[in-house]
Structure formats: C-alpha cells, structure tokens
C-alpha cells in the first residue's frame, strides 16, 4: 500500500510517499502503526483532529476500511482557492 | 464542464470571453478570480501552493458535478494553480453560465466554499525570514453548512 | 470606481482583465455579465433598451458608492449597455475587487439587484409578430429587502 | 419644467418630453394637471401604482414637492440589468 504525505504532514516525516506492508484493517489501526514506528511518525500523528485523510484518493475519516485500499494519504486540513 | 489544474498562469481575460462565448444562450455569468496577497502583512515573497495529483482533479470534478446538480447551470469552468507563485498572481479562477442570475451567483460561491476546504490544496507562505503553512479557518469550515 | 452607460458592445476579456490588472493587491474578483438571451421562448429578435441619460449615470453611480459603502472594496465596475441588442449580445457587466470574497461576492450580487430595479432602463422585446415592453417582476423588488 | 416619459408611459403619451408651465405644488398636483388635459395622458396615467417618478433626476414618490424641480420623469418600474 502506499502512504502519501502532503504539507507539514511530509515536512515532519520527511518523505513525499512510502510503500508499506500493513494488516490494519482501519485508517485508525494504521496510524497506531505508524506512530510506533518513530519519534517523526508520532509526531505528526500526535493530534488526528488536525489532520484529514483519503483513501484512494477520496477524502474519508480515520474509522474507513482499508480492505483493498492501494493508497492512503495524511494531510492537514485544506487550504484551497 | 472544464477542470483545470496547472502549473503555468491562466488568461483571466481569454479565459472569462472564451466561457461567456461558448455559451450564448445563458442569461448570467459569474466568475470568481483568486489573487495572492500578503494577508498577513509580514512581507510575503512566495505563496506555494502543494496539491495531491490524482485526487485533486477528483475532488474539483465532484464539487463541480455537485454544483450542477443543485443549480440550473449551462455551463462550468474551474483553474486552479500550484507551484510558487508571488503576491498579485492569480492563483485560481471559477465560472458559471446559468440562465439566472441567482443560479450563476450561489453556484460560484458555492464552488468557492468547497475548494477552499475540500481541494486538496495547502498553501505555504514564504518571506525573507520565514516560512509557514497556510492555517485553515473555522470560518471556511463553517461556511460549508450554509449548503 | 468606473461607471459605463454606452450603446457601443463591450470587450469582456479585456474589461475583465484590466480591472483584475488595476488591483493586484486584493484577494478576490467577481464579475458578472448579463447576456441577452430569449426568455419568453417566442423567438426574440431584437432586445431593445431605452435608459434616461443624465439620470441613468448618477444611479448607477449611487448604487455602487452604496456597494462601496457596505462592503471593504477595492475597485467597482459597471458597464450597462443601452439601444438595439440581439440575443447572445451581453448587455452588462458588473465587476468587485475586495481583500476577501464574500465582499466581493455579496458586492457583486448587491448590484445586479439594485440595478435590476433602481437603475432607469427598460426593456422591450421584438418578435417578428410583436413588440412588448418587459414587466419588472415582483421578485426583482423583492430581492432588495435581502440587503 | 421638462416633463420626460420613458418606455410605455412614452409611447402612451406619444411624445418623449415637453415644458409644461405649472403651478402644481407636489408630483400628485402635476399628475392631476395631466390627467386633465387628453385621453392619452387620462390613460397613461391611470394607474398610478404601474408608474414611478423621477424629480430631477432622483428617484421620488407622488407626494414629492416640485418646489424648483426643473425635471419630472415618469415611466414603469426599470427593468436594468
């Protein structure tokens, strides 16, 4: 699967993108993953209410499926027009 | 319908005719033009704009076929840019053609409300000293729910 | 502010970009363009537009320093055509410049109500069979109470 | 005083403007007058809540004095835009 990371959500992990082999079966389970992974991850995973997420590229919330999900993305919240 | 999204500047001018001519049998126009500018009056040299390539297509298209579906509409146009731009840029424009004006004026504003808060665009301003993302306002939120 | 009551067709590209070009230091640009278009569905061939001149220019001019009043703007645009127009002409135009959108939005809009029912033009319709002027709607006067 | 009219009221009366000499105190007064003098303006006239007024130049209502009015215009309800 793979991660995508955008805005100060890269910034702090420090990479664009990453492939990662996960069993979560939940945007939440993966995050709790994630954040076991590093300080870096913990960090940017410290507040989940200032951070939005997309599964394939459709904006969801941390309790979605990720059964069959190929791409999963963190980023704050947008600031578009 | 058109969905644009683009490094390069856009011609508001070419841009505003070409839509208006495509359509002559729509009785209102609006269009929405975006400049960047120095809000927080700290000397902004460089708005960045970061976007999700894939998704943000997507997301532009469904606000967009949203729009259409609420509002009595001829036509759609929508450019947004990213990359670095400076203050006085254009950074993003939307039209819409209706055969009345209320339909062309909520649908505009509407399309406005949701770009800002459910494109997946994050603005970073840059001056000479420092650099920071771009905070999305509650009031941007909040405007959502007066759809 | 600039205020145009004119016979001649105006180059919406052009009037769109210049006034976008005029402000570089505000955050947002509305316009909108009325378009001529046959409403009633009996093949319209000639949309006619009879204005008072001399009076014609100081309403419009109290309705955008009213505008200008209401709303932080940076710059008001009005171009209103007046003589012999056929459908798919544009027959005016309306641009806002603001530090914010809903000011320029609400300004915008906020203008094509009043100049729909303050500003002293009428319009009649030719048909090849028939010539009528065209009734102001109860919904047009209405719309001022929304301000 | 120049008397304009505008639109229907226009064709109505058949002419787009005259100076009339009177000594009609408010807009009412001057309609009044108007209405007195032919059919034409018997009908244009009719229905005062079909028409609107203008004393020089600004938007007014029929109660309106006339004192050193230069300009009365009547005409339907403007359709701009």
Same mark, same amino acid.
């Given at each position: ?21 996960? /069993?979560?079966?939940? =945007?939440?389970?993966?995050? $709790? ?12 995973? @410290? ?24 791409? *999963? ?5 947008? $600031?578009?027009? | ?9 856009? !011609? ?33 040299? *460089? ?16 606000? @967009? ?12 146009? =929508? ?6 731009? *400076?203050?006085? !840029? ?18 505009? !504003? ?5 770009? /800002? ?9 840059? $001056?000479?000293? $420092? ?5 999305? /306002?509650?009031?941007?939120? !909040? ?5």
């Amino acid at each position: 699967m793979d991660i995508l990371y955008f805005a100060w959500v890269r910034e702090r992990i420090g990479l664009p993108k990453e492939r990662v082999t996960t /069993k979560a079966a939940t =945007v939440a389970e993966l995050v $709790t993953e994630l954040r076991a992974r590093e300080d870096r991850y913990a960090a940017a995973f @410290a507040d989940l209410s200032a951070l939005r997420v997309a599964v394939d590229q459709e904006l969801t919330d941390f309790d979605a499926s990720l059964e069959g999900a190929r791409e *999963v993305a963190f980023f704050p919240p947008m $600031t578009g027009g | 319908m058109r969905i644009v999204v683009q490094e390069e500047p856009f !011609d508001l001018g070419a841009e505003a005719e070409a839509f208006a001519a495509s359509r002559s049998d729509m009785g209102a126009i609006v269009t929405f033009t975006g400049v960047v500018r120095d809000l927080s009056g700290k000397d902004l040299e *460089v708005m960045e704009i970061e976007h999700y390539p894939g998704m943000t297509e997507k997301a532009v298209e469904k606000i @967009a076929s949203e729009a259409a579906q609420r509002w009595s509409l001829g036509d759609v146009l =929508v450019i947004h840019r990213y990359g670095r731009l *400076v203050p006085g !840029d254009r950074i993003m424009m939307v039209a819409t053609a209706a055969p009345h004006r209320r339909d062309a004026f909520e649908a505009a !504003d509407f399309l406005m409300d949701y770009l /800002k808060s459910r494109a997946p665009f994050w603005k970073k301003e840059h $001056t000479a000293a $420092t650099a920071g993302w771009v905070a999305a /306002k509650d009031e941007d939120e !909040d405007a959502l729910s007066r759809w």
